[in-house]
């Protein structure tokens, strides 16, 4: 028994003594003399001596491990990275992502921590590369101008973008938010308080989502409401569309769908009906709010978003033909080195998301609601098809393909594009022309 | 898949033959192997062009029967009393055609006042005709001749103010189902356009373009932003998907058919193309493209399909209707 126990000692024990000694080789694995931590780097890396006077300083440069994350020796990696740049961080800092996130930092998920924080040292805390909202405003520029000029201006904005955002990833809401937008407007402005409840003409808006009329970087609009609002919101006569704040369903509409606008928009929604063709959703259920916001929007026309993301929401084939088309171009000009290559494969209408430009986004007499009958005239308001072809086109012109139709411009390309130049539908302009003059088909 | 069986066939008879040769076969057993390995390797072979379904171009519809234009015809519906009934939404009319001596001949013109712009047809088993205006979404009965009978305004129905038709269609028993987007909800009237039930639409749709009602009394919506089928069985009051989302084959979904088997046909509109799928949602296939040539869609819309099998398409960007039949 005896010796039984004293075997198990002597095992436990060399057990003990091989962990320590693949801890230290671990921890040493350059076998580094005690003194020779930094200390040895620095004596080459002079410049790093001034780095290191910064108030912040990454813990490993600061205990002299400068192997936690280069190798002295060799490396795969660009600087002598031990790892991938974009890896090596979440060596140490993992978590910084929470599981199941609502919205993350694209950055943080690129690994690309270097664009925010020096590896090694600064002078601004978690050795940020600048301080505060200078650093953000790198990126995110748009905003930083709109936060800059706006006269009324929010507050908890100017101390730091970090009291409302986590600079990685948020767990709870969308936008990096820390918290629910609700919750977390909530924390500073109390519904409850007499200013608040006469602002919001006695509404239990306690549960709405502010977002919908107020923007939170600040804006030209008193109560920083987006700068296009909707009259009866600027008018505070929510009763003109809800129902009175002590109903027991205050948010309620009065109507519903189109009906409800119908009110004021009469002319507008006449006209509209009076066309042939309309835009189905507009009569939807949802109605005029598929597209508008009812309250304030920072678009003009109240609408939801630009026409890319705004028709996009439903005609995302269109959208992504393009984008994928936009790549394409963008590759083959990368490709060409500089070389021109004739004839687009992207429409530059779709591109700068203005479909306007071509549709009727209400109704319209034509089909597809084009916004001109004749393909053709709603061309020449951008181009001068007479400059590039001199082929017959007009009513006159019967298409030889198809007796019921004439020759128009879209009768050789398409206007979505097809991944073919000058979007036409076939790959060689000879393709497509035979498809009308046979005689010259091989 | 046809090439593939081939290639096979090819293989296992090389095999076939060299132990044919090793084991001093005699010719009648070698030509009996051979005949039952192709009757084993042309079984799975069968059984797939059972599920193919393939179009093709019979006619194309270009006139009516003064030989003017039809104009970006958007309604298409057929009997099996050879009567086609086309609406030429351009044209603010509906135009008849009949089967005579192997082709489709145009008939008299069906144009009333209170109708302009026919986007959907229908016929019922007494061949009285119903449209849908898209400019006063409404929907009209007429008679076979064409004269105006009748508003059907979903009578009885609950919530009568939230009412606009985007599409209908009428069952063998002449019941009329009718998609109401703005009451996001489907509509069963009786024969006689009155109220019967309602079923709402499924959450979280993107918007329903169109519906179908299947040889079962399955009701089957077309959702265009979702690119999915949802369908109601007979007796039952909600929607469920059918189909997941099926962007892989089509682009922007807005009409859906079922034939008397129950196989679905979905109208790809920016594709210029038809999907088709099996009873229970399953890809079958997909036929036709985009182009003006006959045979080619253009901005199609509604289609329509008859016992016989033939399939008519209403090809609103070229102006035209075309004909097709299935081949297996």
């Known amino acids: 028994m005896k010796v039984k126990l004293k075997r198990s000692l002597i095992i436990l024990g060399m057990i003990l003594l091989l962990s320590i000694s693949l801890v230290y080789a671990q921890q040493n694995k350059f076998k580094l003399k005690p003194e020779a931590k930094g200390k040895l780097c620095l004596s080459c890396h002079e410049d790093f001596k001034e780095k290191l006077k910064n108030q912040f300083i990454h813990t490993p440069v600061k205990s002299g491990e400068c192997s936690e994350c280069h190798n002295p020796h060799t490396a795969g990696h660009g600087k002598l990275l031990d790892e991938d740049a974009n890896k090596i961080c979440s060596k140490c800092h993992e978590g910084i992502v929470p599981k199941d996130p609502k919205s993350t930092h694209k950055v943080v998920m690129e690994g690309n921590c270097v664009k925010c924080h020096d590896p090694h040292a600064s002078n601004n805390k978690f050795v940020l590369l600048k301080e505060g909202n200078a650093l953000c405003v790198e990126c995110h520029k748009n905003i930083g101008n709109a936060v800059t000029k706006a006269k009324f201006k929010h507050n908890p904005v100017e101390k730091g973008c970090m009291n409302c955002h986590a600079p990685h990833a948020s767990a709870k809401a969308k936008h990096l938010l820390k918290d629910d937008m609700v919750a977390l407007c909530l924390s500073c402005h109390k519904p409850d308080r007499p200013a608040f409840e006469k602002q919001h003409m006695n509404y239990p808006v306690a549960k709405s989502d502010c977002s919908s009329c107020h923007n939170a970087h600040g804006s030209d609009k008193a109560g920083i409401l987006f700068e296009n609002v909707h009259q009866p919101v600027a008018n505070k006569a929510c009763t003109q569309c809800h129902e009175s704040p002590s109903s027991s369903t205050p948010f309620n509409t009065k109507r519903a769908g189109y009906e409800l606008c119908r009110g004021c928009h009469s002319s507008m929604l006449n006209d509209t009906f009076n066309k042939n063709r309309i835009h189905w959703p507009l009569v939807d259920k949802t109605g005029c709010l598929n597209c508008h916001e009812p309250h304030a929007s920072k678009e003009k026309k109240l609408l939801l978003g630009n026409s890319k993301v705004l028709c996009g929401k439903c005609h995302s084939d269109t959208m992504e033909l393009q984008g994928k088309l936009a790549l394409k171009e963008s590759q083959e000009k990368a490709a060409t080195k500089g070389r021109v290559i004739k004839g687009s494969l992207t429409h530059n209408p779709i591109q700068e998301g203005s479909c306007e430009a071509c549709h009727s986004p209400h109704a319209s007499d034509s089909q597809l609601l084009l916004k001109q009958p004749s393909t053709i005239k709603l061309c020449e308001t951008c181009h001068d098809w007479s400059k590039h072809t001199s082929h017959p086109m007009g009513e006159k012109v019967v298409d030889s393909r198809n007796k019921n139709v004439t020759m128009q411009c879209l009768s050789c390309h398409r206007s979505h594009g097809t991944g073919y130049r000058y979007m036409i539908p076939f790959p060689m302009v000879t393709d497509l022309c035979v498809q009308c003059h046979k005689q010259y088909k091989k | ?328």
């Open chain 2, 1 to 328: 898949m046809q090439k593939w069986f081939r290639k096979s066939e090819c293989w296992k008879v090389g095999i076939l033959e060299h132990w044919a040769q090793c084991s001093n076969i005699t010719l009648f057993h070698y030509s009996s192997l051979i005949v039952f390995v192709i009757t084993i390797l042309s079984f799975p072979l069968q059984s797939f062009s059972a599920e193919t379904v393939k179009f093709r171009h019979v006619q194309s519809i270009y006139f009516d029967e003064k030989g003017g234009s039809l104009k970006q015809p958007e309604g298409i519906a057929s009997n099996d009393k050879s009567t086609l009934i086309v609406g030429d939404t351009g044209n603010d009319r509906l135009i008849q055609y009949t089967f005579q001596g192997n082709i489709w001949k145009p008939g008299a013109e069906m144009k009333v006042t209170q109708l302009t712009n026919p986007i959907r047809v229908q016929m019922n088993s007494k061949g009285e005709v119903y449209a849908l205006d898209g400019k006063k979404r409404r929907i009209i009965q007429l008679s076979p001749e064409g004269a105006f009978k009748n508003y059907i305004d979903a009578d009885g129905m609950p919530a009568a103010s939230t009412f606009v038709p985007k599409s209908f269609k009428l069952d063998p028993n002449n019941n009329i189902y009718i998609l109401d987007i703005f009451g996001a909800r489907v509509l069963l009237l009786n024969s006689e356009g009155k109220y019967q039930k309602q079923i709402p639409f499924p959450q979280g749709y993107g918007f329903f373009s169109d519906l179908s009602v299947d040889s079962k009394g399955s009701i089957l919506l077309i959702d265009s932003i979702k690119a999915m089928v949802f369908s109601a069985s007979k007796d039952s009051n909600s929607f469920s998907p059918l189909t997941k989302n099926l962007r892989e084959h089509l682009y922007f979904p807005t009409t859906i058919t079922a034939d008397n088997r129950g196989i679905i046909y979905i109208i790809d509109e920016n594709g210029g193309g038809v999907v088709i799928l099996g009873r229970d949602g399953s890809f079958m296939g997909r036929q036709l493209t985009m182009g003006w040539n006959e045979g080619l869609l253009y901005y199609p819309s509604q289609m329509s399909i008859n016992e016989k099998g033939e399939i008519f398409i209403a090809d609103r960007g070229n102006s035209r209707i075309q004909i097709f039949t299935i081949v297996k």
